[in-house]
């Protein structure tokens, strides 16, 4: 075989390698659903949003704004996983952002990666 096929080989295991570790790191963040969050909400809000970052995420740091803003008139717990990686574990976040909707105590879903404001708005009025 040719160097050039390796390098296409290659490539395309990674590429493989990097969507298998996705979709296994959402089957363990959505293993979360149905869980007691009421130790990471506001006491009495019957909707809250609990945002896991890390202040060195690309996307994270795109979110921000948006999180703060919606902080102001919406119940959001921020969660620093590099300063607060008990939390996180407990509630199976394995990549940075992930964001859990929960109702009522419970994490009733969960969303992997930079989310728009409009879908976290959402979670509010559902």
Avoid: N, Y
């Amino acid at each position: 075989m040719s160097a050039a096929t390796f390098v296409l080989v290659g490539v395309v295991g990674v590429l493989l390698a990097g969507a298998a570790m996705q979709v296994w790191m959402g089957f363990q963040a959505k293993a979360a659903k149905g869980r007691d969050a009421s130790h990471l909400t506001a006491a009495g809000a019957e909707t809250s949003l609990v945002w896991f970052h890390s202040p060195t995420c690309g996307p994270c740091r795109a979110m921000e704004p948006t999180i703060h803003e919606l902080a102001k008139s919406h119940p959001v717990r921020i969660v620093d996983v590099s300063k607060d990686p008990e939390t996180a574990m407990a509630m199976s976040v394995m990549a940075t952002p992930t964001t859990l909707v929960v109702k009522e105590g419970k994490v009733v879903d969960v969303m992997l990666g930079a989310v728009p404001r409009g879908r976290l708005e959402a979670a509010f009025t559902q």
